[in-house]
């Protein structure tokens, strides 16, 4: 059950279109892992290991597995071959990335990275130069980061658990590309965790718009 006044304010916002988005969730979700170059980016190993995987096409070396495919539990995850990875949340990253004249040789900051999924995309772009540092406030979810980064094999980054205005003080003018995922109120997890629907409120999303503003403008 998705709470009432989420609805009325989606159906206002989409008039005709409401129906159509109410029928998205009836349907599956997409999943998706995507290879690190620095551990092989040979994808037939994967398929010939029972994966059955589809080219993300907007995202280098995205790839849709299947539900029977379970990533997750094989030691290529631990070992850091791959990252798994909602396909949509791999288009940020892939498009910072191009509109950049050389990622390979930039500074890059990621404001809000935890768990460290558009991070380590950034991260197979720069190659291992440059410097990537990858930002996260809450000191749990900054270890989480930490985690992902050593998995992952990057060596060219730097995880640093701050409030975006002291990154703000101290690197003004600094970086090459910024890219934020300012926390949110958590509308797009409602279809897979139902603790998102019962922790929405319009006085919660109005609390997170203001967040937003603030990071976005230290960005």
């Not at 589809?54 to 995850?77: L, Q, S």
């Not at 930039?106 to 460290?116: F, H, K, M, V």
């Not at 897979?192 to 006085?203: F, G, I, N, R, Y």
Request: hydrophobic share 35%; aromatic share 10%.
């Amino acid at each position: 059950m998705l709470p009432q006044e989420f609805l009325e304010r989606m159906e206002n916002m989409l008039g005709e279109e409401y129906p159509a988005f109410l029928k998205s969730y009836d349907i599956a979700r997409y999943q998706a892992l995507r290879l690190n170059p620095q551990k092989g980016d040979d994808v037939s190993f994967l398929n010939r290991g029972g994966f059955s995987l589809e080219r993300v096409p907007w995202a280098e070396h995205g790839y849709y597995y299947t539900a029977k495919d379970t990533p997750g539990k094989h030691p290529y995850h631990e070992a850091g071959v791959y990252y798994i990875q909602e396909p949509s949340a791999m288009a940020p990253a892939a498009y910072l990335t191009r509109q950049m004249a050389d990622s390979a040789g930039e500074r890059i900051l990621d404001l809000c990275a935890a768990p460290g999924g558009k991070s380590t995309q950034i991260a197979a772009a720069m190659a291992g130069k440059g410097t990537l540092i990858s930002n996260e406030i809450h000191p749990a979810r900054a270890k989480i980061l930490s985690e992902n980064i050593e998995r992952m094999g990057i060596r060219n980054a730097v995880v640093t658990n701050e409030d975006s205005g002291r990154l703000t003080k101290y690197f003004p003018a600094f970086f090459d590309g910024i890219i934020v995922d300012a926390p949110c109120s958590g509308e797009g997890m409602f279809r897979k965790d139902e603790t998102a629907v019962t922790e929405w409120s319009p006085e919660n999303v109005c609390r997170c718009a203001g967040r937003q503003q603030e990071i976005l403008e230290n960005a």
